[in-house]
């Protein structure tokens, strides 16, 4: 089915691991971005991407890494899990050009627990 | 800069009763603005939104009207059901964003009992 997806839906680690949670989108969204939604918090950037091979830090961007050399797929990588980095991420894309009414798609989410 | 502030939940009513979320912003230029509602265990999704001053987004009963004179996107219904349980964001896009960068509010928990 097209749209976006998220892998795994619940990851539990440990500190010092390194995890990466992965994001799919099949509508060729050039746009995609990782937040975090914690509670008191709402939802922050993580990293955001407007093509393969461009990517770009948001607001709360240490201890997390992307890369993106499909269009397709935006993966997130906790280098080293910390406790602070248990939340809920949300992958979402959006469109480009004329069309683009700034409308973000977003992924189920993907729930990491850091112990 | 750019940043949104909304009421702060939880926001507990009975089935038919009026809802009003409020929503206010700050921002240079002329943003988009959006509601987005999340159910649970799952995503968010557009709820409705607004492109410039003084339209009106709507969608399933819900309304909001963009007010550029008091930057407010208020989120209203006139009557919630139990489905409308869920938690809403606020959001904004600054037009002259290349990127359609969203910034998101905090969220408010709705509950709706019947």
């Known amino acids: 089915d097209a749209g976006i997806t998220q892998s795994p839906r619940y990851k539990i680690t440990e500190t010092g691991r390194q995890v990466t949670l992965m994001c799919h989108q099949t509508?060729?969204?050039?746009?995609m971005f990782w937040y975090r939604q914690d509670l008191g918090h709402g939802l922050r950037l993580i990293y955001y991407s407007a093509a393969a091979d461009i990517t770009d830090k948001g607001e709360v961007p240490d201890g997390y890494v992307v890369s993106r050399s499909k269009t397709e797929n935006f993966p997130l990588t906790l280098e080293s899990a910390t406790r602070s980095q248990t939340s809920v991420y949300f992958c979402a894309s959006s469109q480009t050009g004329p069309a683009n009414t700034g409308e973000l798609f977003f992924g189920e989410g993907s729930r990491l627990t850091v112990l | 800069g750019n940043s949104v502030t909304q009421m702060e939940g939880p926001v507990t009513l009975s089935e038919e009763a009026f809802l009003t979320i409020n929503c206010t912003y700050t921002?240079?230029?002329?943003?988009?603005l959006f509601w987005y509602v999340q159910y649970p265990g799952e995503g968010l999704q557009l709820l409705l939104k607004?492109?410039?001053?003084?339209d009106k987004g709507s969608n399933k009963g819900f309304e909001a009207t963009y007010r550029k004179e008091t930057t407010s996107f208020h989120l209203e219904k006139g009557s919630v059901q139990v489905s409308d349980s869920a938690v809403y964001f606020c959001?904004?896009?600054?037009?002259?964003?290349?990127?359609?960068?969203?910034?998101f509010g905090r969220g408010t928990q709705l509950t709706v009992w019947p």
């Open positions: 607004a492109t410039k001053a003084d």
């Open positions: 509508w060729s969204h050039s746009y």
């Open positions: 921002a240079t230029g002329y943003p988009s």
């Open positions: 959001a904004l896009s600054h037009r002259g964003s290349t990127l359609g960068r969203l910034y």
